[in-house]
């Protein structure tokens, strides 16, 4: 009878617990709450298991073309275009196309830019859209450029990961949503998944790693990218610090471990030569930004699309198709401005930055 007792108490404690992580403010779906769920409760071996049982069982398929070709995208301002403004903007020139994969001839409009948004009359964001490689030939990754002295970056909260209180939103806020431009996840859970730390606003919420892939933002909110205390470093005009895994592009060079890496330098969770869902982020020899998020992508392809974009320096941020996502926004009249996928194939809505977030993630915002 106790033993039953016990099992009834224990079963009611957990459902509670699942059914706040169900009822939590969040746009993530039921599989992603309850993995994290399961996840931040012991079952971490187990959730990575059911994940490369589900991808054993459902591979990307190979060959074949995109449906629908390369996507067109349109500009829309997002600043005024007043002509005494832009003549004293100073502004980088447009990145060069981006070839298609190794051995195939590129599509009509693979790797050619577009701009998606302007700001003082620049181009601020460009995208572009390439074949994830010359197996997966009916997929397509998106990359997204920022001009950072056109936009500017901050680093956003989650509710849960980092959690707490902090003085920027989990989600846009509707002053923000009169100036934003673009929105992309962050990296690993920092429950020790992401193999470093997270500092933010003079807070450090997970000690920083010597070594580790991270991705600082200045106080005036430029970016960059480097291993921790080896090509960055604290320093005043340090703003946020989000570290996760190690290097994937130095010196312009693809890290030679993204095919034989094992978990302290890709993670647990379905393997480096799995062709998932994943996302980086690196910067370009002239300042460039750049964000690349797509399908069917291994760790080698993600590294390969973020040095042919000409990142010099670069990291993996997050991997599986409910992390995955970058949007870009155009505003309106009245209300929340309109949102767009990176990508064709994007599991998590370009609306998911305007509802409180679970997870941590970057926005950036037009300057004045």
């Given at each position: 009878?106790?033993?039953?007792?016990?099992?009834?108490?224990?079963?009611?404690?957990?459902?509670?617990?699942?059914?706040?992580?169900?009822?939590?403010?969040?746009?993530?779906?039921?599989?992603?709450?309850?993995?994290?769920?399961?996840?931040?409760?012991?079952?971490?071996?187990?959730?990575?298991?059911?994940?490369?049982?589900?991808?054993?069982?459902?591979?990307?398929?190979?060959?074949?073309?995109?449906?629908?070709?390369?996507?067109?995208?349109?500009?829309?301002?997002?600043?005024?275009?007043?002509?005494?403004?832009?003549?004293?903007?100073?502004?980088?020139?447009?990145?060069?196309?981006?070839?298609?994969?190794?051995?195939?001839?590129?599509?009509?409009?693979?790797?050619?830019?577009?701009?998606?948004?302007?700001?003082?009359?620049?181009?601020?964001?460009?995208?572009?859209?390439?074949?994830?490689?010359?197996?997966?030939?009916?997929?397509?990754?998106?990359?997204?450029?920022?001009?950072?002295?056109?936009?500017?970056?901050?680093?956003?909260?989650?509710?849960?990961?980092?959690?707490?209180?902090?003085?920027?939103?989990?989600?846009?806020?509707?002053?923000?949503?009169?100036?934003?431009?673009?929105?992309?996840?962050?990296?690993?859970?920092?429950?020790?998944?992401?193999?470093?730390?997270?500092?933010?606003?003079?807070?450090?919420?997970?000690?920083?790693?010597?070594?580790?892939?991270?991705?600082?933002?200045?106080?005036?909110?430029?970016?960059?990218?480097?291993?921790?205390?080896?090509?960055?470093?604290?320093?005043?005009?340090?703003?946020?610090?989000?570290?996760?895994?190690?290097?994937?592009?130095?010196?312009?060079?693809?890290?030679?471990?993204?095919?034989?890496?094992?978990?302290?330098?890709?993670?647990?969770?379905?393997?480096?030569?799995?062709?998932?869902?994943?996302?980086?982020?690196?910067?370009?020899?002239?300042?460039?930004?750049?964000?690349?998020?797509?399908?069917?992508?291994?760790?080698?392809?993600?590294?390969?699309?973020?040095?042919?974009?000409?990142?010099?320096?670069?990291m993996e941020l997050d991997i599986n198709p409910n992390w995955v996502s970058g949007a870009y926004f155009h505003p309106t009249l009245n209300g929340a401005p309109e949102a767009f996928r990176l990508f064709p194939g994007e599991k998590v809505a370009a609306e998911h930055y305007f509802s409180p977030s679970s997870r941590d993630w970057y926005a950036y915002y037009a300057r004045p």
């Amino acid at each position: 009878m106790v033993g039953l007792v016990a099992v009834m108490v224990v079963g009611s404690v957990v459902g509670v617990s699942v059914a706040g992580a169900l009822r939590a403010p969040a746009t993530d779906s039921v599989a992603a709450r309850l993995a994290e769920w399961g996840r931040d409760h012991g079952f971490d071996g187990l959730i990575t298991w059911l994940e490369k049982q589900q991808y054993e069982h459902n591979r990307p398929l190979t060959g074949g073309l995109p449906v629908g070709g390369i996507p067109r995208v349109g500009a829309v301002p997002v600043a005024p275009t007043d002509p005494h403004v832009r003549a004293f903007v100073a502004h980088l020139p447009a990145p060069p196309p981006l070839p298609p994969p190794a051995g195939i001839a590129p599509l009509p409009g693979e790797g050619q830019w577009e701009t998606v948004t302007t700001v003082h009359g620049k181009p601020a964001v460009r995208v572009a859209h390439v074949r994830p490689d010359r197996e997966h030939t009916s997929f397509l990754a998106g990359v997204m450029w920022f001009d950072p002295t056109l936009v500017r970056g901050q680093l956003h909260p989650g509710f849960q990961d980092p959690g707490g209180s902090w003085q920027a939103a989990t989600a846009l806020t509707p002053a923000e949503g009169r100036t934003v431009v673009a929105a992309f996840n962050g990296g690993f859970r920092l429950n020790g998944a992401s193999h470093g730390g997270y500092y933010s606003q003079g807070r450090t919420v997970r000690p920083l790693v010597d070594g580790a892939a991270s991705l600082i933002l200045r106080t005036d909110g430029t970016a960059t990218v480097g291993a921790w205390n080896r090509e960055v470093r604290m320093a005043p005009d340090v703003a946020s610090v989000r570290q996760n895994l190690v290097p994937l592009v130095d010196d312009g060079q693809v890290n030679p471990t993204c095919r034989s890496g094992g978990t302290a330098e890709w993670g647990s969770t379905v393997g480096q030569v799995a062709f998932i869902h994943r996302s980086g982020f690196g910067i370009t020899a002239d300042g460039g930004e750049v964000y690349v998020g797509g399908p069917a992508l291994s760790v080698c392809s993600l590294g390969q699309i973020l040095q042919a974009s000409g990142v010099v320096r670069g990291m993996e941020l997050d991997i599986n198709p409910n992390w995955v996502s970058g949007a870009y926004f155009h505003p309106t009249l009245n209300g929340a401005p309109e949102a767009f996928r990176l990508f064709p194939g994007e599991k998590v809505a370009a609306e998911h930055y305007f509802s409180p977030s679970s997870r941590d993630w970057y926005a950036y915002y037009a300057r004045p």
